[in-house]
């Protein structure tokens, strides 16, 4: 089956650090990937996404690479602001879902300190 | 900004106590799921449809229902809330077929059985 695993948190870094969150999938075909993220108290929103081997989403200073060689798609920000203190979702959905279900890594929480 | 609505933010009830968690999105979207997310964050798809009077299980086993009478409208009932239930529930939609599409997340009902 499906399967999304990520790096567990949670992840303390100082303000400007650079940030790496590892994501690796398993999947039949070409799954669409994508990163979610949950503030406090909120619903989950995309942050990025890539549809195809070798792409790169970007938004708001975080990439990821859809890397089918490693079956990774790992998160990373240059310089990371307290405000990006959440949890953040790796996720795929599959090649062939016509329902366009995602499944979800387990998360990992960002805290960011001053 | 997705406009989806869940309502209550907050529910603390009795054990065998009948509830409604109510969803309800302006987007006109076709495709409309629940999570369940447990405490320690892992996201779980418990239902999902495809449209009006669709309604599917989802990859996790669980004892609420749901119904599709309206586009706008997904809201999941427990007939007999148990403290196993307590649990933070989040409605989603998304467009389309295309399975690159994203997810549009609600900011979740958080549900305390006591």
């Known amino acids: 089956g499906n399967s999304v695993t990520q790096m567990e948190g949670p992840v303390t870094l100082s303000e400007e650090a650079f940030l790496t969150i590892n994501c690796t999938y398993t999947?039949?075909?070409?799954?669409?990937l994508f990163w979610y993220v949950q503030y406090p108290g909120e619903g989950l929103q995309l942050l990025l996404k890539a549809t195809k081997a070798d792409d790169k989403g970007s938004n708001k200073g975080f990439e990821a690479t859809y890397r089918k060689e490693t079956t990774s798609f790992h998160l990373e920000k240059g310089s990371v602001q307290v405000s990006d203190s959440a949890v953040y979702f790796c996720a795929l959905s599959p090649s062939n879902n016509a329902g366009n279900m995602l499944t979800f890594g387990g998360g990992t929480r960002l805290m960011v300190k001053p | 900004e997705a406009d989806i609505y869940q309502t209550p933010r907050y529910l603390v009830i009795g054990t065998g106590k009948k509830i409604t968690l109510e969803c309800s999105q302006t987007m006109g979207h076709d495709k409309m799921y629940w999570y369940q997310q447990d405490p320690g964050m892992e996201l779980h798809l418990i239902h999902y449809?495809?449209?009006?009077?669709?309604?599917e299980k989802g990859d996790l086993s669980s004892e609420s229902t749901v119904s599709r009478i309206r586009t706008e409208h997904f809201p999941l009932t427990l007939e007999s809330a148990r403290p196993s239930h307590t649990s933070q529930y989040l409605c989603a939609s998304s467009e389309g077929d295309w399975v690159g599409l994203p997810l549009h997340f609600g900011n979740g009902t958080r549900l305390t059985v006591t």
């Open positions: 999947a039949t075909g070409y799954p669409s």
């Open positions: 449809s495809y449209g009006v009077n669709s309604t």
